[in-house]
C-alpha cells in the first residue's frame, strides 16, 4: 500500500465513525451525506502486453458511465443518481454516496490509443490499454558478468 493512501483510508474511517454515531433526530435529511465525494475505488495492473485499469461502481450501469482519452489521459467519469423511491422516502440513516465522479490516469508513454478497449459487468468497469509493439519489446535482459 501506499503511505497517502494508507492516510485517506484512515481519514475516511474517522469522519464515517464521527457520522455513524451522530443522532438522527433535528438534522436535515442527508445531513452529513455529501461530506466526501463519491470517488470510485479502482485497481491499476500491469502485464508486458497492456495496462488493466478496473473500477467499482456499483449500483451503476454503463449508461451512466463514460471513458475518454485526450492528451494521454485517460478519465472516467460518470453519475450515480438515487433511486427516485430513496429520495422520497423519510431515511434515518444515510450511507451510500449518489453523484458525480471523475477519475484521470496519466498513460504513459508507448501505449496504443488505438486499441484501447472497455467493458462494463456486474457494476466493474474494466479498461484494457495495449502497449504498442514497440513499447512491448522495450524491455531487454541484460546478461552479468563476473567481474
Known sequence: MHPFLDLR?????????VMRGLP???FP?????????LT???DVGETDKALKITA???GMSEDDVEVTLADDVLTIKG???EESDQAEKDMHITERRYGSFQRS??????????????????????????KSAKAATKTK????KKS
Open 9 to 17: 483510508h484512515e481519514i475516511d474511517d474517522l469522519f464515517d465513525n
Open 24 to 26: 438522527t433526530a433535528g
Open 29 to 37: 435529511r442527508g445531513f452529513g451525506r455529501n461530506w466526501r465525494a
Open 40 to 42: 470510485p475505488e479502482v
Open 56 to 58: 467499482e461502481l456499483p
Open 79 to 81: 453519475e450515480k443518481r
Open 105 to 130: 490516469f496519466r498513460l504513459p508513454e508507448g501505449i496504443d490509443a488505438g486499441k484501447i478497449e472497455a467493458g462494463f459487468d456486474k457494476g466493474v468497469l474494466t479498461v484494457s490499454v495495449p
Open 141 to 144: 535482459k541484460i546478461a552479468l
